[in-house]
Nanobody
Framework: QVQPVESGGGSAQAGKSLRLSCTAPGFSSNNCIMGWYRQAAGQEREWVSSIEPLDDTRYADSVKGRFTISKDRSKDTVYLQMDNLKPEDTAIYSC????????????WGQGTQVTVSS
């Protein structure tokens, strides 16, 4: 079982940066897709970004050009570098390992809070 654990959340002012980490032992060897999602208070959870086993990356339009997803296979860790943060980026960010050896539903982390003030 691949169990993601997120870290790196916190508070930042608009225009600043934060980097989230998601460690999920086994995701690389299981060829899982790794995705970041977020859920703001009172809203539905939304997909933010994903990175595939061969490193193809995708981004939601709302974060394109500001967020960068990457991974370190040796550490079984995925990162989400968030630059030029906006107050509307405030949400709980969760990591998901899914697809291939992780199965179609996959595994979710507990989430980490990101708060951006203006």
């Amino acid at each position: 079982q691949v169990q993601p654990v997120e870290s790196g959340g916190g508070s930042a002012q608009a225009g600043k940066s934060l980097r989230l980490s998601c460690t999920a032992p086994g995701f690389s060897s299981n060829n899982c897709i790794m995705g970041w999602y977020r859920q703001a208070a009172g809203q539905e959870r939304e997909w933010v970004s994903s990175i595939e086993p061969l490193d193809d990356t995708r981004y939601a339009d709302s974060v394109k050009g500001r967020f960068t997803i990457s991974k370190d296979r040796s550490k079984d860790t995925v990162y989400l570098q968030m630059d030029n943060l906006k107050p509307e980026d405030t949400a709980i960010y969760s990591c998901r390992a899914y697809g291939h050896g992780c199965g179609p539903d996959g595994y979710w982390g507990q989430g980490t809070q990101v708060t951006v003030s203006s």
